[in-house]
């Protein structure tokens, strides 16, 4: 069993190599968050890294946002409706942002009484 364990662990790393540098594609399944719908692709590693620099990059847009807002991460999720750890899930990149959250925190920028009245309301 040990063998076998090693031999599958090199075979592992044999993949990862030849992955990082670019002579293989991952497959890579994403879900929507609006319509559940699957989607598989295959994906380099650029590709990745790329995908995983613009979560990055859209998370903390997102949390300068919020900041910028004045509000806590418990009064946005309040305001927005959703759990606080998804919105710290949003703020850490594990999880895509909601676009229809995006557009209000936008909307609560330009709109000092929009925020206001959303703050407020429970």
Avoid: C
Wanted: glycine residues 4%; aromatic residues 4%.
């Amino acid at each position: 069993m040990k063998k076998q364990e090693e031999s599958r662990f090199a075979h592992l790393a044999k993949e990862l190599a030849e992955f990082k540098a670019g002579k293989s594609k991952m497959k890579v399944t994403t879900i929507d968050p609006a319509s559940r719908e699957r989607t598989v692709h295959m994906e380099s590693y650029e590709e990745m890294l790329a995908r995983h620099e613009d979560k990055e990059r859209a998370a903390k847009q997102f949390k300068k946002a919020r900041k910028g807002l004045g509000l806590s991460q418990r009064q946005l999720a309040s305001a927005l409706r959703v759990n606080p750890r998804t919105l710290e899930g949003w703020e850490s990149s594990r999880f895509p942002i909601n676009p229809t959250a995006e557009v209000l925190m936008r909307v609560m920028s330009a709109h000092p009484e929009i925020k206001r009245e959303l703050v407020s309301t429970k």
